[in-house]
């Protein structure tokens, strides 16, 4: 069910609720005190209509206070993707064309013309990738849950993972997952990678303790006031502008793990490090 049917569903329970309690005040005072109610029958009555009207306004003015904001809030936010989006995407946009305008502009040897090539290429594939991520992103809970799940051994699973600057050290070599493994690999591949890129040649520790993963690094960390935000999709901490990436791994990180019941929690410490805590529990 989602936020707004919860939230309409919890306005009229609260309503016929209110309206219920106050009906049955106002029936047993007349039961009990008739000699005193019942002459004023009339007025009891409109007393009535007139407190559940009441009640029903603020109610009412309450929960749609609330909508307005909620509804907003969601506009601002897409806003903000939209021009984040559009923003990506036309970067390597006119890397490509300032490419071919270069390639055009004279004629170019075999080994100039190849080099313009792969750049061009190159600059797709992060289009195509950029794309890829962003379809995701537009999935329905359900649509992502129907794709093909296996079993997966997460200590053995993680091994993939493995280079040189990784300190990995497991204690649950029997917990499993039950999730689509491709799907897994894009969510822990972003933020190991993450966790690679910004701690320069620093290393990382993996660490599987009972159904908690840890991946914690000893880089640049985040700005404490930018903490809240790096869950939102493009959006990239202000001491990380000079290093290559757009700001959506993260998020398509959090909404697999999210979709599959993993909960993930980042705590962090500028230029201390990063330490990014995934429970499992729900899963297993």
Known sequence: MTSAKKIAYY???ITVGVITVVSIIFYLLIVLFPAVFLPYRIWVFVAFLLINGVLIYFVGKRYATYMIE??????????????????????????????????LMRERTPAEYQIALQRILSETKRIIQLMKHLMFLSKGEDEILKSA?????????????????IQYSPDNFAFTLNVNPQLLKIALENIIGNAL?????????????????????????????????????????????????????????IR?????????????????????????SAMG
């Open 197 to 253: 890129k910004y701690s320069g040649d620093k290393p990382i520790e993996i660490r599987l303790r009972g159904t908690t993963l840890e991946i914690e690094d000893q880089g640049i960390g985040i700005p404490p006031e930018e903490l809240s935000r790096i869950y939102q999709p493009f959006y990239r901490a202000g001491n990380t502008r000079g290093l290559p990436g757009n700001g959506i791994g993260l998020s398509l990180s």
């Open 256 to 280: 697999i793990l999210h979709v599959y019941g993993a909960e993930v929690s980042i705590t962090s410490t500028l230029n201390k490090g990063t330490k990014v805590r995934i429970d499992f």
């Open 11 to 13: 306005f009229t329970y």
């Open 149 to 165: 799940t296996e079993t997966v051994f997460l200590a053995e699973y993680l091994m993939q993972f493995m280079e040189n600057r």
């Open 70 to 103: 909620r509804i907003d809030n969601t506009y601002q936010s897409e806003k903000s993707f939209i021009s984040n989006a559009s923003h990506e995407l036309n970067n390597p946009l006119t890397a490509i064309q300032g490419e071919c305008e270069i390639s």
